[in-house]
């Protein structure tokens, strides 16, 4: 397989802080923004191995092979899965969302560019103004366009369904903008990992951003959920976050020791389901309840999660290469995916009633019909 410097060859390699915002972005190609901070999921990796239960996990690419998926008795049939081979490589896949024209568009974090992909398989991708901005997550905007994070060079990009791109300066240096996704007051909130914040962005391009009360929680997914406000997860603070539409914040602790909650999606049943990087698929009520089930491998890395055509949630096990389900009674289901060691990292459901996901360490993008 092949080596990425930049990425997952040599991520105990301690990089350098991304470069501070500056002035607003150009049409014009931007300078380079500097060498950036650990990417998440080396990060999160490299906490989980200090701890006693996972010093076996793999923290480097590839990883090892993991134990066999798990399918639980009175399982429904493996769903069929087929991938399709971004054109550009590396590429580094990493965050995916349904556009407004029926297409997935997705990030390609090493290659600097969005891509857009037809149901059909046919792909498009364009290109960053900003040299090396490492776009990370995307969603559809209430204006009709797709909003995406750039994580090395702190903005907020936007993009046509025809390609044209803008950008947005964070007035945070070093904010490691990373999730996105559409509120319910038509703007697009966002996570700054190491800002340490949430953020809001209009249509317009006006920011708003909101402190966090915990020091350090490291925020990572973000949706809207069922009561109107916008929830997060704080991966190193063992949180789960709500931020109401006009900036009011709460946090609800996870029970169990040890929790890094990472991917979060709204419920079929109007709860909160959330990924843990100690080895859980969990959820919790918009009153702060928490439930929590376990998966095979707790060493499986599981990350995205999304709300499947089924009724289940679907989420993906990025260490443990596996996509997997699991009903709101917490049944869990594990499904390996066709390549071998692919890294998937984010799942969403298509246009065409398919879960999509992306697989990051090997630049593809994996289809799921449940």
């Given at each position: 397989m092949?080596?990425?410097?930049r990425?997952?060859?040599y991520?105990?390699v301690?990089?350098?802080?991304?470069m501070?915002?500056?002035?607003p972005a150009?049409?014009a190609?931007?300078?380079?923004?500097?060498p950036?901070?650990l990417?998440?999921?080396?990060?999160?990796?490299l906490?989980?191995?200090?701890m006693p239960e996972h010093?076996g996990?793999?923290c480097h690419y590839p990883?090892a092979?993991?134990?066999?998926?798990?399918?639980?008795?009175?399982?429904?049939?493996a769903?069929t899965?087929?991938?399709?081979?971004?054109?550009?490589?590396?590429s580094?896949?990493v965050?995916?969302?349904?556009?407004?024209d029926?297409?997935?568009?997705?990030?390609e974090?090493?290659?600097?560019?969005?891509?857009?992909v037809?149901?059909?398989?046919t792909?498009?991708e364009?290109s960053?103004?900003?040299?090396?901005?490492?776009?990370a997550?995307i969603?559809t905007?209430s204006d009709?366009?797709?909003?995406?994070t750039e994580?090395?060079?702190?903005?907020?990009g936007?993009?046509?369904?025809?390609?044209?791109?803008?950008?947005?300066?964070?007035?945070?240096?070093?904010a490691?903008?990373w999730?996105?996704t559409a509120?319910?007051?038509?703007?697009?909130?966002?996570t700054e990992?190491?800002?340490?914040k949430?953020?809001?962005?209009?249509t317009?391009?006006?920011?708003?951003?909101?402190?966090?009360p915990?020091?350090d929680?490291?925020?990572m997914?973000?949706?809207?959920?069922?009561?109107?406000?916008?929830?997060?997860?704080?991966?190193?603070?063992g949180?789960?976050?709500?931020?109401?539409t006009?900036?009011?914040?709460?946090?609800?602790?996870?029970?169990?020791?040890g929790?890094?909650p990472?991917?979060?999606?709204t419920?079929?049943?109007?709860?909160l389901?959330y990924?843990?990087?100690n080895?859980?698929v969990?959820n919790?009520?918009?009153s702060g309840?928490?439930t929590?089930y376990?998966?095979s491998?707790?060493?499986?890395?599981?990350?995205?999660i999304?709300?499947?055509?089924d009724?289940?949630?679907?989420?993906?096990e990025?260490?443990?290469?596996?996509v997997?389900?699991v009903?709101?009674?917490?049944?869990?289901?594990e499904?390996p995916?066709p390549?071998s060691?692919?890294g998937?990292?984010d799942?969403?459901?298509?246009?065409?009633d398919?879960?999509w996901?992306?697989?990051d360490y090997v630049?593809q993008l994996?289809?799921?019909?449940?």
């Amino acid at each position: 397989m092949r080596h990425r410097t930049r990425r997952l060859g040599y991520p105990l390699v301690a990089l350098a802080l991304a470069m501070t915002a500056i002035a607003p972005a150009s049409a014009a190609v931007s300078a380079p923004p500097g060498p950036s901070p650990l990417r998440p999921w080396v990060k999160l990796c490299l906490t989980l191995k200090r701890m006693p239960e996972h010093r076996g996990i793999r923290c480097h690419y590839p990883p090892a092979p993991r134990p066999g998926p798990r399918r639980m008795a009175g399982a429904l049939s493996a769903p069929t899965i087929n991938e399709l081979q971004i054109p550009t490589s590396p590429s580094t896949p990493v965050g995916l969302t349904t556009g407004p024209d029926d297409a997935i568009w997705f990030t390609e974090n090493y290659a600097n560019k969005i891509g857009r992909v037809t149901t059909g398989g046919t792909f498009t991708e364009y290109s960053l103004p900003t040299f090396d901005a490492e776009p990370a997550h995307i969603a559809t905007g209430s204006d009709g366009a797709l909003w995406f994070t750039e994580s090395n060079s702190d903005k907020i990009g936007r993009i046509t369904t025809s390609g044209t791109i803008t950008e947005y300066s964070l007035s945070t240096p070093g904010a490691f903008v990373w999730a996105i996704t559409a509120g319910p007051d038509g703007a697009l909130w966002f996570t700054e990992s190491n800002g340490n914040k949430i953020g809001r962005i209009t249509t317009s391009g006006a920011i708003t951003e909101y402190s966090l009360p915990a020091a350090d929680s490291y925020p990572m997914r973000i949706t809207t959920g069922p009561d109107g406000a916008i929830w997060f997860t704080e991966a190193l603070a063992g949180k789960i976050g709500r931020i109401t539409t006009s900036g009011t914040i709460t946090e609800y602790t996870i029970p169990s020791t040890g929790a890094m909650p990472i991917g979060i999606t709204t419920g079929p049943d109007g709860n909160l389901w959330y990924t843990d990087g100690n080895g859980k698929v969990s959820n919790v009520t918009t009153s702060g309840v928490f439930t929590e089930y376990p998966v095979s491998d707790p060493n499986s890395f599981p990350w995205g999660i999304t709300s499947g055509p089924d009724g289940n949630l679907w989420f993906v096990e990025q260490i443990g290469g596996n996509v997997a389900s699991v009903t709101t009674a917490g049944t869990i289901n594990e499904y390996p995916l066709p390549t071998s060691l692919a890294g998937p990292f984010d799942i969403v459901l298509g246009p065409d009633d398919n879960l999509w996901a992306t697989e990051d360490y090997v630049d593809q993008l994996a289809v799921i019909t449940p």
